[in-house]
């Protein structure tokens, strides 16, 4: 079957530091892999996306490589602000349009 | 204002009544979603619409109906309603053209089962 594991959070950091949210999965097939970051009291947002293997999404800073042979898709950046607090979901499809999500890692970002 | 409107954005209600969730978008989407999240357990699908005529059950469909009005509707309505359903749900659309993928959501709809 298909699913997304996350690490657990929250993950606490300081602003400015490095951030890295890990991310692998278990597919069928070549799924395309995708981050969706949710602020406080809002839905979901497409912050990244990579549809093949070595593929790398990036926006707003935060970049993502697809590792076929690792099966993960770790976020990152490199220095992350008060504003970059929020919910950040991987997911995958297999490519008919249905997302399969992971449980979510929280960031929370001091100043 | 917003692309895709969920409405009521809150709701408390008891066991055993009849609730609707609606969600209408702008976007001009043909395919839309009910997703419901879950602390620990991230979202989870309910039902999708690829056109108006097309209705599919999500991974936890049970206790749940959808009704595809028009393009821009899309309304999940619970029979009666459970503790167990508390939850926030979200309404998603996406378009065929764009890509597998790429959903936009709306801002949710807390729904409390007392």
Redesign the interface.
């Given at each position: 079957g298909n699913s997304v594991t996350q690490m657990e959070g929250p993950v606490t950091l300081s602003e400015e530091a490095f951030l890295t949210i890990n991310c692998t999965y278990t597919a069928t097939g070549y799924p395309s892999l995708f981050w969706y970051v949710q602020y406080p009291g809002e839905g979901l947002q497409l912050l990244l996306k990579a549809t093949k293997a070595d593929d790398k999404g990036s926006n707003k800073g935060f970049e993502a490589t697809y590792r076929k042979e690792t099966t993960s898709f770790h976020l990152e950046k490199g220095s992350v602000q008060v504003s970059d607090s929020a919910v950040y979901f991987c997911a995958l499809t297999p490519g008919f349009q249905k997302l399969v999500f992971g449980t979510g890692t929280r960031l929370l970002v001091s100043p | 204002d917003a692309d895709?409107t969920q409405t009521p954005r809150n709701r408390i209600t008891k066991t055993g009544k009849r609730i609707m969730l609606e969600c209408s978008q702008t976007k001009g989407h043909d395919?839309m979603y009910w997703y419901r999240q879950d602390p620990?357990?991230?979202?989870?699908?309910i039902y999708?619409s690829?056109d108006v005529k097309d209705i599919n059950k999500?991974e936890i469909s049970d206790g749940y109906s959808v009704s595809r009005q028009a393009q821009a509707k899309f309304s999940l309505s619970l029979e009666s309603a459970i503790p167990n359903q508390t939850a926030l749900y979200?309404c998603?659309t996406?378009d065929?053209d764009r890509?597998?993928?790429?959903?936009f959501?709306?801002?949710?709809s807390r729904l409390t089962v007392l």
């Open positions: - | 895709v395919r620990g357990l991230g979202l989870r699908l999708y690829f999500g979200f998603a996406s065929r890509g597998a993928g790429e959903l959501f709306g801002e949710g």
